[in-house]
């Protein structure tokens, strides 16, 4: 069955930078992308961009260029997100998903991320 | 990018029919047919109940069905169960091939 096990939780200072980490499983790792979204507390969700497992490309939110840096590892069938110089409203539950369009299929468990000197 | 437009609530008592509209415009919504809607209960990941404007995936119940007219997508959840009291968010495929979720809708079983 298809599965998304994504890493722990982190606490990271405001600055800082945080990967976190998204093992696939179940399915051809490269035949679909992989998208991240993140929900800060009692908020909405919100798209952060995503990853072609295939080829590398990537997209992402405008208003997270040049802190967003994601990439995969197809030997370990894994998706990373770097996100750096951290601030408090970077605070969020941060999942992945299988898909690249609207039709995230599979998600990972989330990962909170909290952000506090 | 901009969240498209959800009511922040809706509400029905059980076996009745509710509707969550999710407005964006003809650069997301309105422009393509790749409109999904995700459930999310308290703590948990979102749930991809509607993908496509209209398509269920295998498993999810036939009582909730998504149209769209427009800029305007629609999630119709029909014979409302306790159950699906949850959260509720439409997502689209937007013009400079990013997405967009919806703003979100809280729906109470009355």
């Known amino acids: 069955q298809v599965q998304l096990v994504q890493s722990g939780a982190e606490v990271k200072k405001p600055g800082a930078s945080v990967k976190v980490s998204c093992k696939a499983s179940?399915?051809?790792?490269?035949?679909?992308?992989i998208s991240w979204v993140r929900q800060a507390p009692g908020q909405g969700l919100e798209w952060m961009g995503w990853?072609?497992?295939?080829?590398?490309?990537?997209n992402y939110a405008q208003k997270l260029q040049g802190r967003v840096t994601m990439t995969t590892d197809t030997s370990t069938s894994t998706a990373y997100m770097e996100l750096r110089s951290l601030r408090s409203d970077d605070t969020a539950v941060y999942y992945c998903?299988?898909?690249?369009?609207?039709?995230?299929?599979?998600w990972g468990q989330g990962t909170l991320v909290t952000v506090s000197s | 990018q901009s969240a498209l437009t959800q009511p922040a609530s809706v509400s029905g008592s059980p076996g009745q029919s509710i509707t969550i509209s999710c407005t964006g415009t003809s650069s997301d919504v309105g422009g393509y047919n790749y409109v999904s809607w995700y459930q999310q209960h308290p703590g948990k990941a979102p749930k991809l109940m509607i993908y496509?404007?209209?398509n269920r995936p295998s498993g999810v119940s036939n009582r909730f069905s998504g149209s769209k007219s427009g800029n305007t997508a629609s999630l119709t959840i029909s014979g409302l169960q306790a159950e699906d009291e949850a959260d509720y968010y439409c997502?689209?495929?937007?013009?400079?091939?990013?997405?967009?979720f919806g703003t979100g809708t809280k729906v109470t079983v009355l």
């Open positions: 997502s689209s495929y937007t013009s400079s091939s990013t997405s967009s």
């Open positions: 990853i072609s497992a295939y080829n590398g490309n990537t």
């Open positions: 496509d404007v209209s």
């Open positions: 998903a299988r898909g690249i369009t609207t039709d995230f299929d599979y």
């Open positions: 179940g399915y051809t790792f490269t035949s679909y992308g």
